[in-house]
């Protein structure tokens, strides 16, 4: 298995919006705080360095030492708050990797809302409709019953949390582990029961059989950490290992940032312990290899198309991206009520489409692992229809629906919408 170039990076706070978010390069990272990854190394000289250096950094008045630490599959390390002169003890130390790389406070991104009642008297499902449908233009959502011997599938939805009790989950929505000190174990944001109900929804969503289970990292004003994504990511891992269902198991990572290696080999190393992660490739409409997580090989990086397969203009895009899905006027759960929809936008609002398709294949299809359902997806995706992909691989999420499976045809609708939000 390859080693991986470990970094140690200074800890950059997250913000979060209806859509994934941005960062502006820069050196305004929280002070004092830094991620440390480790070379790879056997768990006594591991814990051995952590004790070491927690001691270190707590001799310092006001400093906290070793917050939480990180081992997912070869990847190892620990969130510190430590003064400089801990820092040069850990940058001297041979268990660690590379010299400091920092990065940038992330803000928040203006969310693409759309002005649409909470409770439509029509809802809007083109979404469902798109990825299961050759043509755009459908609403109805054509899907197979899951298999009779299918197991259990786990989606973790590492986001702001889940309203559990909304009428779309149907007591399929845990919460899993809240990761935001001092708050409650409820979605005060709205962003990750939209994401859930496009995953899992009992009628907005892909995949009505899978477990949808809340892994918060965000905070009420939509600010988390790099600390907190990995993490969010490190307990998902270990959850889903702990239910025997690794392989039956994905995350999804509706969360843009600037580009942190350490967050991407904690993503490949999810991937490599045999877990599927799904993310959004971003909306600030550039190369989607220049930022984020969608940066990241070893994940599904998802882009999102409007209502008539144009790419979104917000959409990032480039050889990054994997594949799009619907992103534009999204009809999903909101945090409000037990019965409450709300209408976003953004390729926070795609990617969980992709998250959806990847428990729906693994409970109709009975694949699992990520290398065979990113291959399955390539194969289903639905070719050649996103207008300006820029680079991007021209395919479209699609469910395998067997009537349309073959279907081919160059026809489509004469006009778009715009993918503007309003």
């Known amino acids: ?37 480790m070379k790879v190394a056997d768990k006594k000289t591991l814990e051995a360095h952590y004790k070491q250096m927690n001691t270190t950094a707590q001799q310092s008045k006001d400093k906290k030492g070793v917050r939480r630490t990180y081992e997912i599959s070869n990847f190892n390390g620990y969130h510190i708050e430590c003064d400089n002169s801990t820092l040069d003890t850990i940058r001297k130390d041979p268990n660690v990797r590379a010299k400091p790389t ?44 899951a298999a009779e011997s299918a197991m259990q599938t786990y989606a973790y939805i590492v986001d702001s949390g889940i309203h559990v009790t909304h009428q779309e989950f149907g007591g399929r929505a845990t919460f899993g582990q809240n990761f935001v000190e001092g708050s409650p174990d409820t979605d005060e944001t709205g962003h990750g029961t939209h994401v859930a109900g496009t995953v899992g929804g009992n009628t907005v969503g892909v995949d009505n059989t899978t477990q949808l289970i809340a892994v918060k990292i965000f905070d009420k004003n939509g600010i988390a950490s790099g600390s907190g994504v990995i993490a969010g990511m490190d307990w998902a891992a270990k959850d889903a290992q702990a239910r025997d269902g690794i392989s039956r198991s994905v995350i999804n ?71 799009f899905a619907p992103g534009v ?90 993918s503007e939000g309003n």
């Not at 350490?262 to 220049?290: I, K, L």
């Not at 207008?387 to 279907?407: C, H, Q, R, T």
Request: net charge negative.
């Open 1 to 37: 298995m390859k080693i991986f170039n470990l970094l140690l990076v200074a800890l950059a706070p997250i913000a979060l919006a209806r859509a994934p978010l941005t960062v502006q390069d820069g050196a305004d990272g929280i002070a004092d705080n830094y991620i440390v990854v």
């Open 253 to 323: 990572l509706s969360v843009g940032s600037g580009k942190s290696q350490a967050q991407n080999d904690a993503v490949a190393n999810v991937v490599r312990f045999g877990m599927t992660v799904v993310v959004a490739a971003g909306n600030s409409g550039v190369d989607a290899c220049t930022v984020g997580l969608g940066s990241t090989p070893e994940a599904i990086t998802v882009a999102a198309i409007d209502e008539c397969d144009k790419r979104a203009d917000f959409s990032d895009w480039g050889s990054c991206v994997d594949i």
């Open 102 to 145: 920092y990065y940038s406070v992330v803000t928040m991104q203006t969310p693409i809302s759309y002005d649409v009642p909470r409770s439509d008297a029509v809802a809007n499902k083109w979404g469902l409709g798109r990825i299961s449908h050759r043509e755009s233009g459908h609403q109805s959502y054509l899907k197979e019953a």
């Open 329 to 418: 006027n999204i009809y999903s759960a909101s945090y409000d009520s037990d019965s409450g929809y709300a209408t976003h936008g953004g390729t926070s609002m795609a990617c969980p489409y992709v998250s959806g398709l990847v428990t729906y294949l693994m409970s109709r299809e009975l694949i699992s692992g990520p290398a065979a359902i990113a291959s399955r997806l390539t194969e289903l995706a639905t070719q050649e229809k996103v207008k300006d992909p820029k680079g991007s691989p021209n395919m479209i999420a699609f469910n395998g629906n067997k009537a349309e499976l073959f279907y081919d045809s160059n026809s489509g609708p004469d006009e778009c919408p715009s």
